[in-house]
């Protein structure tokens, strides 16, 4: 492709990532697991048809494909705080995404470094990848397959 016809992208800054978010919280893992192995909260967890959670099973089938996963690709329309607590400042937990389809969604900020949150601003663009891991409780509200939306990675444009 010529120069003049490549489509110019940001660069991208890599804010959080699942493995590193784990490891700060091993607990996270153990009880996730502890949930899913639980037969007397059948309605409650995982599924673990593709391994524990963050078992070397269940990362070998994200790599794999084996385990769905989902890409958001979007520009920031606004950044909020979502939820009911008090909150000081600006502590906007939550961003607008407008998508290349034009249609929108709300999510979290992801970061494991809090000042990396100032970096979701309106105009940035964000990616986020997502696991999508089947729940036990079955079927979704449309009759279809419920996932847990497990964020692995999410990046934004760094200037």
Not at 23 to 44: C, F, I
Request: aromatic share 6%; glycine share 8%.
């Amino acid at each position: 492709m010529s120069e003049c016809c490549q489509e110019i992208l940001p660069l991208m800054k890599t804010v959080y990532t699942l493995a590193d978010a784990l490891a700060n919280d091993p607990g996270r893992v153990t009880r996730t697991q502890a949930l899913t192995l639980d037969s007397s909260r059948p309605r409650m967890g995982l599924k673990g048809g593709h391994g524990l959670f963050a078992s070397v099973a269940w990362w070998q089938s994200i790599e794999a494909g084996r385990l769905q996963t989902q890409t958001l690709t979007g520009i920031v329309e606004r950044r909020y705080f979502a939820g009911q607590d008090s909150r000081r400042g600006d502590q906007a937990n939550s961003i607008t995404l407008r998508l290349a389809d034009g249609s929108a969604v709300d999510e979290s900020i992801y970061t494991q470094r809090r000042q990396d949150s100032k970096l979701f601003v309106p105009g940035a663009t964000v990616t986020m990848t997502y696991a999508l891991d089947e729940l036990k409780a079955q079927p979704a509200a449309d009759g279809g397959v419920d996932y847990a939306r497990i964020v692995l990675e999410v990046s934004v444009s760094a200037g």
